[in-house]
């Protein structure tokens, strides 16, 4: 959703001067372009079935390139005209500031946008919302107030096309709410390219699992609520989500920052043969395995394929078979050692020719590539052993698709913001996009480095990524990437800290202590003493219940919560000492209750001669960690409750 910080950057910036050779201004740049982001994805579901969106990702004014605009806006097209859309729009205009929804006018001449202004002023079609309306609202919640308000403008779209552009004869009919029809949502509420972000312990991985699922079988756990618990459904789901991990259909990797182009797409790997020798081969990274696979689902002929070479991998683990070429007759042993390819040696030969499995399923698709050519470089022995798949597997010959219904791959990236992209992702960082994608009519294949393999990815491979932005800010990731993705925050939700298992609804209280009320104020004191992007997540907290013991929260604050705010704050204890500590007063008895506290006496050790001499300006406060009242309710309580005596100071 949008938030106030949102705003606060867009207004604060809205129509001052752009400097491109400032620093602050280029970062000021990136951040306000990621809120196009949230445009897009606002704009996405606002449309109906068949529209179009365009988009211009700039916060420079087109008009005026030397100041930051006032306007972000999306356009939705209904027809083929270019010249009038709806659009989904966030202003900071002279007499509105906040959410618009209407319709407009683009690259028309004067007497035109006169006309269009004259209808303008003179009707509803335009529709408002507050700031404060505005940010209170998730997408979808938008997405239904658009699409609402666009069936209530008055002229409609109809009556102004007509009256501006007389010669159209387009006509559209406007439903009054968003269709809750899965096949019309899966064109938009799952993107293809997507990004869950927040700070450490809001439950993006988690999350992940339940996306994933949710993109190939979407009714699976709306269907799940039905007299299960909490607990029961999650097992359910990760049954279900470790099925698909075995079948292939979901695959999940962790960036880091040794992970390369070989172990994502491809590279070449070494083994050591029985016989001592190495045997060099091309190995398919994740990705590019996910994608052979995501293309091969769509096929049932590939899937009868993919079974048989499973076959005769088995066979020949037990004992090589004998084949003969096609043309000449000449006998070859052929042989599997593991991995993706098979060796074939020629009677009269010397040396092993190795035989893909890439290449098989590329002629058995299209039996007229000439070999060396589109990755078949040994098509005198890999004919034969298609041959041999068809004759002893009852595999048929190969046939296209007729509008099967791709079955959706998901790939889940964890950490994707810790790998350097560029390295990983290579040339491939193109072909993600849903417009280059294999069948679209912008589609685009790159030939691979090193197997030479014709490479495109298929429509129905979905990338699931997770940033940690205690990592990295979204500012700084690679623009590469964040163009490419639409992304999705997950702050801390105190509000999930409540007493499932009683299903009360009330929070969570151990030994008194409120769980949802001490993690918003921790938080709340961290966006003040440092930024959002470095609060703390509730699922550090999810395994407690009302039945637990102090001890067990303290070993949480001792190994977990302790440990992440040293890392923020670089054990800068003194605000570690606000961030719990800030409503405690420095006397008896809030002083025994406090996490963190000065050393009494620290310079005592020094002797007196040290403490008159000139080094003691340069003495730093010395604290020090009081792990006695980890194991106090109060001392916890006191993080979000102000003492008696902090109470009268604050009222003298």
């Known amino acids: 959703m949008f938030t106030k910080e949102d705003f606060d950057l867009f207004l604060r910036w809205s129509g001052q001067i752009y400097d491109k050779n400032n620093e602050e201004h280029k970062k000021v740049y990136i951040e306000l372009n990621i809120i196009y982001n949230k445009i897009k994805e606002w704009a996405d579901l606002s449309k109906r079935q068949g529209w179009e969106i365009d988009i211009t990702r700039s916060a420079i004014s087109p008009s005026l390139n030397t100041k930051f605009t006032g306007y972000y806006w999306a356009k939705l097209y209904p027809t083929a005209n270019r010249h009038l859309a709806y659009v989904v729009s966030i202003v900071d205009r002279d007499d509105f500031t906040g959410f618009v929804v209407g319709i407009d006018t683009f690259h028309v001449d004067t007497k035109t946008r006169n006309s269009y202004c004259d209808i303008r002023d003179n009707n509803h079609i335009e ?17 239904a107030w658009a699409a609402e308000e666009f069936s209530k403008l008055s002229p409609n779209y109809n009556e102004i096309l007509h009256s501006l552009f007389p010669t159209e004869n387009i006509n559209i009919t406007l439903e009054n709410k968003i269709s809750n029809d899965k096949s019309m949502m899966a064109s938009t509420d799952r993107p293809l390219n997507a990004i869950l972000f927040g700070p450490p312990g809001t439950g993006k991985t988690y999350n992940t699992v339940n996306k994933a699922i949710d993109i190939i079988e979407p009714k699976f756990i709306k269907n799940l609520g039905q007299g299960l618990s909490d607990e029961q459904q999650r097992i359910e789901i990760k049954s279900k989500f470790d099925a698909y991990i075995k079948s292939g259909e979901i695959a999940f990797t962790t960036f880091h920052q040794s992970y390369g182009y070989e172990d994502f797409v491809e590279g070449i790997k070494v083994l050591t043969t029985d016989d001592g020798k190495l045997d060099y081969f091309i190995q398919p990274g994740i990705f590019k395995q996910i994608c052979e696979k995501a293309f091969v689902s769509s096929s ?6 993919d079974l048989a070479i499973e076959r005769l991998k088995e066979q020949l683990l037990e004992e090589p078979i004998r084949l003969k070429t096609e043309a000449h007759k000449k006998d070859f042993t052929l042989t599997y050692r593991g991995n993706s390819a098979f060796y074939a ?4 030969g010397k040396y092993d020719n190795p035989v893909s499995i890439e290449s ?10 000439q070999s060396g050519t589109d990755g078949v470089h040994f098509k005198i022995y890999t004919a034969p052993v ?9 595999l048929s010959e190969y046939l296209e698709p007729k509008n099967k219904l791709e079955t959706p791959h998901v790939l889940i990236i964890d950490e994707i913001n810790r790998g350097n992209i560029s390295k990983i992702f290579g040339e491939l960082i193109t072909l993600i996009e849903p417009d280059k994608r294999k069948g679209s009519e912008e589609e685009i294949s790159v030939i691979l480095p090193y197997s030479k393999d014709s490479f495109s990815v298929p429509q129905n491979v979905h990338i699931i990524g997770t940033m940690n932005t205690a990592d990295v800010s979204i500012a700084k990731l690679d623009v590469a990437l964040r163009r490419r993705f639409k992304f999705t925050e997950m702050p801390p939700n105190p509000e999930l800290l409540t007493d499932t298992k009683q299903r009360s609804g009330k ?5 008194g202590v409120n769980l949802k009320d001490m993690l918003t104020v921790i938080n709340q004191r961290i966006e003040l003493l440092y930024d959002r992007e470095h609060t703390i997540g ?3 907290f999810m395994k407690l219940t009302n039945s637990s013991s102090i001890s067990e929260l303290a070993a949480i604050f001792e190994k977990e919560i302790i440990p992440l705010l040293q890392e923020y704050f670089f054990d800068d204890w003194e605000r570690i000492h606000w961030v719990l500590d800030a409503y405690k007063s420095n006397s008896e008895p809030d002083e025994n209750l406090c996490f963190v506290r000065k050393k009494k006496n620290a310079i005592g050790v020094m002797g007196e001669r040290w403490k008159s001499d000139s080094n003691q300006s340069a003495l730093a406060d010395v604290w020090e960690l009081k792990l006695k009242t980890f194991q106090k309710p109060e001392a916890y309580i006191g993080i979000y409750e102000k003492s008696k005596s902090v109470q009268v100071a604050t009222e003298l």
Not at 360 to 369: A, D, M, R
Not at 507 to 511: H, L, P, R
Request: negative net charge.
């Open 507 to 511: 929070s969570i209280a151990v030994e």
């Open 386 to 394: 298609i041959q041999y798949l068809i004759t002893h597997f009852n």
């Open 538 to 540: 509730h699922s550090f």
């Open 345 to 348: 040696k020629p009677d009269a």
């Open 127 to 143: 529709s408002f919302l507050s700031i404060e309306e505005g940010i209170d609202k998730s997408f979808e919640e938008l997405g």
């Open 360 to 369: 098989i399923k590329k002629l058995y698709i299209n039996p007229g590539i």
């Open 300 to 305: 049932d002929s590939l899937q009868k394929l």
